[in-house]
């Protein structure tokens, strides 16, 4: 959900995990927020003043004795909606609970009414270390969030809780913490995600390559907002999306049968998966050798949409149109063919889109307008289209 003009102070702290920061500051800023960042002196050894300051387009300062004449502590306090600390280390953890202000960012802390949230990061041992887990307590009876790290591998070859939460986590704990609009409350938002694949013989298949990224980015804003989501994945390496019912497939076959099942009762349909258009009409049990392998016939695939389209009454569909062109009237045509309400049309024939984090082409709306996307997120991109589909839904 874009946040239009909300300030958000990015404080980062002294620990190995401050380069993943740089994501989550992309990822704010592509959600609308502004973002100033505030980092320790000792996190500069891990990510450079320059890097924060080309990645945010701010002037980045660490001490409370730079640019003295702003009073930039309390300038930034004041201005601040909020304050997100990523990574927080046990000493930074130490020092905000003891209420110590020995640098620009815990000055800032100190100073701020703003909601607060720490991303601890750190090795398993000084994480469940008796000071910190006080120091932790201490901060979260203050109403300060505190997430809890994840169980992974860390720089040590350790393995434990320890490690920083994938950007995608922190967003989500951050927006239902500061009690995001929740427009999609109420509505049940059905989405497919991933590519299918088509048996050819028991270890070969015709597919794509589809990530699924976008449409589990899709789903996770769908949730983020209120919606109650259930995802169709064909064939992601993707993780699950807590919150979010999964329904994990393979081919074109299993993705009709659970989309017309689940259809009838649900608001928006998000039809963002690779579906292939045809399988090959013979499935041997055993492989096929290389010798015999001369031609494969192909029988074409149940058209989805179409189908969809047949009992469709009072829903709303996003189409997606892969191309190798920018083609504006056949995806106009395919608008009204498929029945659909939203069409985004890109171009895969640079093969910059599939399993990138990021895409551009255009969005079609069922009546005739139209608007070109540039080269955004996939976040981005799943955040407009859900803002077509609200005004859809009236």
């Not at 994480?127 to 932790?136: G, H, I, L």
């Not at 976008?214 to 919606?227: D, H, P, Y």
Request: charge should be negative; glycine fraction near 8%.
């Amino acid at each position: 959900m874009r946040q239009g003009d909300r300030e958000i102070i990015l404080g980062v702290g002294g620990g190995i995990a401050a380069y993943k920061s740089c994501d989550l500051l992309r990822r704010l800023l592509d959600r609308g927020y502004k973002v100033t960042v505030v980092p320790t002196p000792s996190s500069l050894n891990f990510v450079g003043k320059a890097t924060w300051e080309a990645l945010s387009g701010r002037s980045v300062t660490t001490e409370v004795f730079e640019n003295v004449q702003e009073v930039r502590h309390i300038s930034l306090a004041k201005n601040s909606d909020y304050i997100i600390i990523a990574p927080a280390t046990a000493d930074l953890i130490a020092r905000l609970a003891m209420g110590r202000a020995d640098d620009l960012l815990t000055n800032v802390f100190l100073a701020s009414e703003s909601p607060k949230m720490l991303v601890p990061a750190m090795h398993p041992q000084m994480w469940s270390n008796e000071a910190t887990r006080a120091n932790v307590e201490i901060l979260r009876s203050r109403g300060v969030l505190v997430m809890e790290p994840v169980v992974g591998a860390l720089t040590s070859g350790d393995v434990g809780q320890g490690r920083f939460p994938e950007t995608t986590s922190i967003i989500t704990e951050f927006e239902n913490f500061t009690h995001p609009s929740l427009d999609f409350a109420g509505k049940k938002v059905l989405v497919t995600a991933g590519g299918t694949r088509e048996p050819i013989d028991p270890v070969r298949f015709i597919g794509n390559n589809s990530s699924g990224k976008q449409g589990f980015s899709i789903a996770q804003g769908a949730l983020n907002r209120g919606a109650e989501v259930t995802l169709i994945a064909a064939n992601s390496s993707l993780p699950d999306i807590p919150g979010v019912r999964m329904i994990r497939v393979s081919t074109a076959a299993e993705v009709h049968h659970h989309v017309l099942a689940e259809f009838p009762q649900c608001d928006l349909l998000v039809m963002s998966a690779a579906i292939a258009d045809a399988r090959p009409l013979h499935l041997t049990d055993s492989k096929i050798k290389k010798g015999d392998l001369k031609t494969i016939e192909l029988t074409e695939n149940k058209d989805i949409l179409k189908d969809v389209a047949l009992i469709k009454a009072r829903q709303i569909i996003i189409a997606f149109a892969a191309e190798t062109s920018h083609d504006v009237h056949q995806a106009q045509e395919k608008l009204i063919s498929k029945g659909a309400d939203i069409l985004y049309l890109n171009d895969v024939s640079q093969g910059d889109i599939f399993n990138s984090e990021t895409t551009y082409g255009e969005i079609f709306i069922k009546g005739g307008s139209s608007h070109k996307v540039a080269k955004t997120t996939k976040d981005t991109l799943g955040e407009e289209l859900l803002n077509q589909a609200l005004v859809q839904l009236g």
